[in-house]
């Protein structure tokens, strides 16, 4: 199917209350498989939850806190502690962002240039080759590469694709900037190193969506999700994403 | 030089066919695209996979990418070596780095030939 005239050039644009993971996640699936044109949502968590990538072993988070919510991602790498931060979901059509690569340049400079504009001002892109995944580093934040979104103190920003080609080709890109450093990983550069104010978190959601848009050409639409898609992320929360087989499938 | 006894899909898996049997991988673009590859996923033989479907998934530094089945079928082969030695994919993608094979029963209609995917792959970039 086409996308609608109206809906070319757009951005949907979903800012969402905290929400716990499982819900969280299943959003995302549903923009991904039944969701038209491009959408950014924008989230947190609610409680505070691990996300695994989707290749990780499970048993080897098995010295978390027994009370920590772990939940399975779609998308790869390493884990995140999602404590407080501002957490993205871009969803669209690959012909908006047809190489791999390409497209972490454009979303991380845009990134950058939002956290910038809220006064983080020694966030920056690193050069040269992508750090070395996983099994070495667990976490996503671990071990800065090429590529990542960083300041001084560390890795700032950490990002992860899932690329699907049927029923439709699809991407997600997920994407977390932390506010405040959580207490599993302690090792990551914040927001609140320069900004710890209330209002850092609504500044750089307007800057993401403004930055986004940008480097995408778009033009931003507030939007909810449709019917269908909150019938399959209803679907989805209650089943893959509570479901222990998926979060242990390795 | 793409193979010119395979057929290709448009999502870049390949497809050579032989005696009913169709042997399956990923073309020389989709690794080059994906990069550095961490893991892969197959399905076990035995298993039914469908033209279409995801029969597996792929990771490299930065993306999950599912595979998708140019047949419907029984696989009846698997390379249990390939993801310890995920290398061999930007080595020789069409030989060595086979993903499955697949007793068929039905092939997708949407199946290009080299020379159709040669040109879908230059439109891509």
């Known amino acids: ?250 | 030089m793409r193979p010119k006894n395979c057929h290709y899909l448009k999502s870049h898996e390949w497809c050579m066919i032989e005696n009913g049997v169709a042997t399956i991988g990923i073309s020389d673009y989709a690794v080059s695209h994906l990069s550095d590859l961490v893991f892969l996923d197959l399905p076990r033989k035995g298993s039914s996979v469908t033209v279409g479907e995801s029969f597996g998934e792929i990771e490299s530094v930065k993306a999950v990418s599912s595979l998708y089945s140019p047949v419907s079928g029984e696989v009846v082969d698997v390379n249990k070596d390939l993801p310890d030695n995920l290398e061999w994919l930007a080595k020789e993608p069409f030989g060595k780095a086979w993903m499955i094979k697949v007793k068929f029963t039905a092939k997708s209609p949407d199946m290009l030939d080299v020379a159709a995917y040669d040109a879908h792959c230059k439109a891509e970039g």
């Open chain 1, 1 to 250: 199917m086409r996308r609608s005239a109206a809906q070319a050039g757009q951005l949907r644009v979903l800012i969402d209350v905290p929400a716990d993971a499982a819900w969280n996640m299943a959003v995302d699936e549903a923009l991904l498989s039944v969701g038209r044109g491009a959408a950014l949502r924008l989230y947190g968590w609610s409680p505070h939850a691990v996300s695994l990538g989707y290749f990780q072993r499970f048993a080897d988070f098995a010295d978390l806190p027994a009370e920590t919510p772990i939940v399975r991602r779609l998308t790869g790498g390493g884990a995140i502690h999602h404590g407080d931060e501002v957490t993205f979901a871009l969803t669209c059509d690959p012909a908006l962002l047809p190489r791999i690569d390409a497209s972490y340049r454009a979303l991380h400079d845009a990134a950058v240039r939002a956290l910038q504009s809220v006064g983080v001002a020694d966030a920056h892109v690193v050069g040269g080759a992508p750090a070395s995944p996983r099994p070495e580093a667990r976490w996503c934040f671990a071990e800065p590469g090429g590529g990542d979104v960083v300041t001084p103190r560390g890795k700032l920003l950490g990002s992860a694709q899932r690329r699907i080609a049927s029923p439709r080709p699809r991407i997600l890109h997920h994407g977390s900037i932390v506010l405040k450093r959580p207490s599993l990983t302690p090792f990551v550069a914040a927001v609140a190193d320069t900004r710890a104010d209330e209002d850092a978190a609504a500044e750089l959601r307007d800057a993401l969506v403004r930055e986004f848009t940008h480097a995408l050409r778009l033009a931003p639409r507030a939007s909810r999700l449709t019917d269908e898609e909150r019938a399959l992320a209803t679907a989805l929360s209650a089943g893959r994403y509570r479901d222990a087989s998926f979060l242990r499938r390795r």
